[in-house]
């Protein structure tokens, strides 16, 4: 069982940077891919980003690329989305994910292959 704690959101203007940050329970931590997701109102949640139990290999959304990143440290139980140049379309609910997973493979885009959601934090691009 993981338990998923976002923070970090809150209101920024258009240009502006924030990271999330998703703290998990758990001894296994490192044994899990980690992903983001937003669900902007009236929209269905979308993918942002994941990366592999290691950190060794990230994959983002088309969106997002080059202005997002995703890390994690495994020392902390924590993972992090790096979030520059932001924009209105931006503003979204941002939720972390988990699925156990120890392969390299980094392209877990799809909600329904996470077992472990968090209760999401509100980011809101002003323009």
């Known amino acids: 069982q993981v338990q998923l704690v976002e923070s970090g959101g809150g209101l920024v203007q258009a240009g502006g940077s924030l990271r999330l940050s998703c703290a998990a329970s758990g001894r296994t931590f490192s044994s899990y891919a980690m992903g983001w997701f937003r669900q902007a109102p009236g929209k269905e949640r979308e993918f942002v980003a994941t990366?592999?139990?290691?950190?060794?290999?990230?994959y983002y959304s088309n969106s997002v690329k080059g202005r997002f990143t995703i890390s994690r440290d495994n020392a902390k139980n924590t993972v992090y989305l790096q979030m520059n140049s932001l924009k209105p379309e931006d503003t979204a609910v941002y939720s972390c994910a988990a699925r156990q997973s120890s392969s390299n493979y980094v392209s877990y885009t799809a909600q329904y292959q996470y077992s472990y959601w968090g209760q999401g934090t509100q980011v809101t691009v002003s323009s």
């Open positions: 990366i592999t139990w290691s950190g060794g290999s990230t």
